[in-house]
């Protein structure tokens, strides 16, 4: 296991089908404001152009947000002022995929051997 600075920036990864057009829309309409007040911005918006390589199944939407950490991630996920928000996203969506990824300068870190000596996969 990896240890993770819990301090600097982070990437959400978000990828996901449109399921309910209302529902994303009362989603979107809010989320913006939202979780830009909570530290995060929007880096990239993305439609699905083409599969090139992959092994899992694509998915109409991208979505990649900066965090300040992951605790700015973490207060916009369970801010309970957000409650009936969150709902609109998940029944607005479908094969929703969110990952979240540490913010690296150069690949340096992945590339080290562990702690074994032995080079990672």
């Known amino acids: 296991m990896t240890q993770h600075d819990v301090s600097g920036p982070v990437y959400a990864l978000n990828l996901f089908d449109l399921a309910d057009r209302?529902?994303?829309?009362a989603y979107a309409r809010r989320s913006s404001a939202e979780v830009a007040r909570h530290g995060g911005r929007?880096?990239?918006?993305?439609?699905?152009?083409?599969?090139?390589?992959?092994?899992?199944?694509?998915?109409?939407?991208?979505?990649?947000?900066?965090?300040?950490?992951?605790?700015a991630f973490r207060s916009y996920v369970d801010d309970p002022a957000l409650a009936d928000l969150h709902p609109h996203r998940v029944n607005g969506s479908a094969s929703y995929i969110w990952h979240l990824f540490d913010r690296l300068e150069d690949l340096r870190p992945l590339l080290k051997p562990d702690d074994h000596g032995a080079d990672r996969d």
């Open 42 to 71: 929007v880096v990239a918006l993305g439609r699905l152009r083409e599969v090139v390589t992959g092994d899992i199944t694509p998915r109409q939407v991208l979505i990649l947000v900066e965090w300040e950490s992951e605790a």
């Open 22 to 25: 209302q529902e994303y829309l």
